[in-house]
């Protein structure tokens, strides 16, 4: 008779595709089920785990990279394997992991940006935040990111916390970020930096800003920088205060921002302006490098669905700015295999349970978590309970998977096919090899961690051993 599936004779094996914090809490959750006998292997693009505690959040938010302690304890507990250094898609195929596996859960985030679609976009100073945050945070794939910073005024587009972040790095002492575990190159050109003035964009007003307020707090604490708003952004139509009646980060934000709004500008400081109800209409350059913004005022209107909505009024200004950074949304972008849906860029699914786009069926066995599955919303923190809810899913679908034939499913076979392929795999003992390596070599500097910014080095480093 075959044992029930996550029986100790007959483990339940699982597969996570990315080690972010939405992979890695799913893991964690699965493995409090304690009545469930389970593996789990996560496969990882990078040699490097921990997705956006790594590689999104701000170096000066240390204390949030704390929570990389309860991944570590996931990634270290004998029923985890991890997979470093192996891309999906390319290293590994989906009929591959749905052979060997039989629940497969995509944590595969949102690694793409999201277009303004104005005109000078694409000139060269202007870059998505994604990019100018991996590159902050030596992400491999940014680090060679050409911003240049020998201007005078940043426009920085987007009203999110992404735009918080990008907007404090750019005008933050250089001697304070040496104290984290920014990206050597970014504080080298930031040492460099030319910036006095970033402007913040705010296409709707004040209460509709989706940044929180310890973040905007933030913002009016850098230690020689004025933020500045000027109070007649500050007037509120009655819909907004309405809104801002039911809303406690509103309300929160708006006193702060009265407070910026009164407070005496320091002759030299450096500045950043919030203005909101102001939208890019076009970048404009001369011989490839930008000059300024063309932006219009906007006014809100409510739309069919009873949400308030920017409008432009006609009319129109300009701000002279060298830097342009549109931090409005990242993307999930397809992967294969695997159904998407393009209206929300998620992958198609009901509460975590991967589902055919056209007729809403189940892919039996195939799940997914965070930004993938909700869209790219949410602090870390919000992936704990979401993961967990698919796990629930996932649970409660053991019954109907208990008929798959499951022979084939031996633990090493994974390990051959990748060796067999060449993919040169980094496990959890590999990665605490980089990890002592680079904190080791922050502690000569005082520093967190010093960062390794390429593939290449990393693999280095792990393969010279502790
Ligand atoms: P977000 O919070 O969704 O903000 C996106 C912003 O872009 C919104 O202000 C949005 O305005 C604006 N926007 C969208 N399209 C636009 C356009 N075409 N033109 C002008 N503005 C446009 O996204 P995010 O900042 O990328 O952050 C993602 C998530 O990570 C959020 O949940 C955030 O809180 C979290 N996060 C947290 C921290 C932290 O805790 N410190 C740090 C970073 C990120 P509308 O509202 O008008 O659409």
Redesign the pocket.
């Known amino acids: 008779m075959t044992e029930r599936l996550g029986a100790a004779d007959r483990p339940l094996q699982i597969a996570i595709i990315g080690a972010g914090p939405a992979g890695l809490y799913a893991a964690d959750s699965l493995l409090r089920k304690r009545d469930i006998s389970l593996t789990i292997d996560v496969f990882n693009r990078f040699p490097t785990p921990f997705g956006?505690v790594r590689d999104?959040?701000?170096p000066d938010?240390q204390s949030?990279k704390a929570v990389a302690r309860i991944f570590d304890k996931v990634l270290a507990d004998p029923r985890v394997r991890y997979f470093g250094n192996v891309t999906y898609g390319v290293d590994l195929h989906h009929r591959e992991l749905k052979r060997r596996y039989h629940q497969l859960v995509y944590a595969v985030g949102a690694q793409a940006d999201?277009r303004?679609?104005i005109p000078g976009e694409d000139l060269p100073n202007s870059h998505p935040?994604?990019s100018f945050?991996g590159w902050y945070n030596g992400h491999p794939d940014y680090r060679d990111l050409p911003a240049d910073l020998s201007v005078e005024r940043a426009v920085v587009?987007?009203?999110?916390?992404?735009?918080?972040?990008v907007a404090r790095i750019l005008v933050t002492s250089p001697d304070e970020l040496a104290r984290t575990d920014i990206a050597d190159h970014a504080l080298e050109r930031l040492r460099q930096s030319r910036i006095r003035e970033v402007v913040v964009?705010?296409?709707?007003g004040p209460v509709?800003?989706?940044?929180?307020t310890?973040?905007l707090r933030e913002l009016g604490r850098l230690q020689g920088v004025d933020a500045i708003v000027d109070p007649r952004d500050l007037e509120l139509d009655a819909v907004s205060q309405a809104e801002m009646a039911e809303d406690r980060t509103a309300t929160a934000n708006l006193r702060l921002l009265h407070e910026y709004a009164a407070r005496t500008r320091h002759p030299g400081a450096r500045r950043i302006l919030l203005r909101f109800l102001t939208?890019?209409v076009e970048i404009i350059g001369t011989d490839g490098l930008i000059t300024a913004l063309k932006v219009e005022r906007n006014e809100l209107v409510v739309d069919a669905n009873g949400a308030l909505?920017?409008r432009g009024t006609g009319e129109f200004d300009t701000i002279a700015a060298g830097l342009v950074l549109?931090?409005?949304?990242?993307r999930t972008v397809p992967i294969e295999g695997v159904p998407f849906d393009p209206a929300t860029s998620t992958i198609n699914n009901i509460a975590g349970q991967v589902v055919h786009p056209n007729t809403g069926e189940v892919v039996r066995g195939e799940y997914v978590v965070g930004?993938a599955k909700r869209g790219?919303?949410?602090?870390?923190g919000?992936n704990k309970p979401d993961s967990a809810a698919t796990v629930e899913a996932m649970v409660a679908d053991l019954p109907l998977l208990q008929g798959r034939r499951d022979g084939h499913r031996h633990p090493s076979a994974i390990e051959a096919l990748l060796r067999e392929r060449g993919v040169d795999y980094v496990t959890y003992p590999d990665w605490q090899v980089l990890d002592a390596y680079e904190v080791a070599a922050g502690r000569a500097e005082g520093r967190p961690r010093v960062k390794v910014t390429t593939v290449p080095e990393m693999m280095a480093i792990i393969r010279r051993g502790p």
């Open positions: 956006l999104g959040v701000a938010h949030i999201r303004m679609s935040a994604i945050v587009v987007g009203n999110g916390n992404v735009a918080m972040d964009l705010g296409r709707r509709q800003a989706s940044f929180t310890p973040e939208s890019p909505r920017s549109r931090s409005i949304g990242y930004w790219p919303t949410g602090l870390i919000n």
